[in-house]
């Protein structure tokens, strides 16, 4: 297992994430896992055990269950507290009250003391801002985020599900008040999904900014379990929760690819999809789920996967972009300006 610094700051995490939106399976949670105390705490010791120090969750999965078992889990596993990076959220809906939800400067406060109290500890590492909230200004946010961040209850800040010119925006008000900045952003990305390379990557390595990709695997559709042959296989959470959307003829396209060097490896198709991703230089900490130890340590084995140029050059080919303006542009004008012998 490999560590990098959590952005501009001196905090090392490790190159794997492991998140447990899988904890709980409360009402709408339950088509992505419902794993209880016991199933928890022995997945998050495989995880510990394997080297990772980064646990993900927020408030919303399970509606407070999967925070409660994570710091449940890291208290009966005896892991000291000062040795793992804990990472919660807010934003979204608590309760059935007009202020149960958003990021206003009293839901901010209001979500972080109450996530203290299900985690069971004193502050949280990392936290995001779980998505936008267009009804509240960035000004009152970013004041309500720094008044958590000087109470102590809170580390470092990170954002999540953001624009580019959001989070620029959002530091740009840091800056100019003299309060803390976001370090870390939480974002979709995989090989079946690179449009953040388009905006969002670019801005973060400028601004050096931790990347830590969600649903790595496209919501199980890289897993190994689906093939052009084969798009329902049972056994995966697709099947009664087809998100992240994906262009499934691109995906499959991909995978006809990814096969054959998953095969040359010996390892599973899951394993270069991540391995894929921790070969990019904007990533952080790739964020893995699991609902059993065998698909867990599956996805940790992915640590041990080095691509070659050529393996890295066929799945970049067949998962590129398509040239968008500006982007089609700005490589145009850039030709120029590549330095050559006189």
């Not at 120090?53 to 409660?68: I, L």
């Not at 995978?255 to 899951?270: F, G, T, W």
Request: hydrophobic letters at 40%; charged letters at 25%; glycine letters at 8%.
């Amino acid at each position: 297992m490999k560590y990098k610094f959590l952005g501009s700051t001196g905090v090392l995490v490790s190159e794997l994430c492991f998140g447990t939106m899988t904890f709980g399976g409360d009402g709408y949670w339950e088509a992505i896992g419902k794993l209880q105390q016991e199933e928890g705490t022995g997945l998050v010791k495989t995880a510990w055990e394997s080297g990772i120090n980064f646990f993900d969750t927020a408030n919303v999965y399970s509606y407070g269950k999967s925070e409660e078992i994570l710091g449940q889990a890291i208290k009966d596993l005896g892991i000291k507290r000062s040795e793992v990076v804990i990472a919660t959220k807010a934003r979204g809906r608590m309760a059935a009250g007009a202020n149960q939800i958003g990021l206003s400067r009293l839901h901010i406060m209001d979500s972080v003391n109450e996530s203290l109290q299900r985690l069971d500890t004193d502050h949280i590492d990392l936290f995001y801002i779980h998505g936008v909230d267009k009804e509240t200004s960035l000004e009152e946010t970013m004041r309500g985020l720094e008044d958590i961040v000087r109470s102590g209850k809170v580390r470092y800040l990170g954002v999540s599900n953001h624009a580019a010119w959001q989070i620029m925006k959002a530091n740009g008000i840091a800056d100019k008040n003299g309060w803390t900045r976001f370090v870390a952003c939480q974002h979709y990305y995989t090989i079946a999904g690179r449009d953040l390379e388009r905006e969002l990557a670019p801005m973060m390595e400028d601004q050096n900014l931790a990347l830590m990709p969600w649903s790595p695997l496209a919501g199980g559709f890289l897993s190994g379990k689906y093939t052009r042959n084969n798009e329902s296989s049972g056994d995966n959470r697709r099947d009664s929760f087809d998100f992240p959307p994906i262009n499934k003829d691109k995906a499959y396209d991909i995978i006809d690819v990814i096969q054959p060097i998953a095969v040359a490896h010996s390892v599973s198709v899951a394993q270069i999809a991540l391995s894929w991703l921790l070969h990019q230089k904007a990533v952080t900490s790739v964020i893995i789920g699991a609902k059993r130890p065998e698909q867990l340590q599956d996805n940790i084995a992915a640590t041990s996967v080095t691509l070659s140029e050529d393996d890295l050059a066929k799945l970049n080919e067949i998962s590129a972009l398509e040239a968008e303006y500006p982007a089609w542009m700005l490589e145009r004008q850039a030709r120029d300006r590549v330095p050559t012998d006189k």
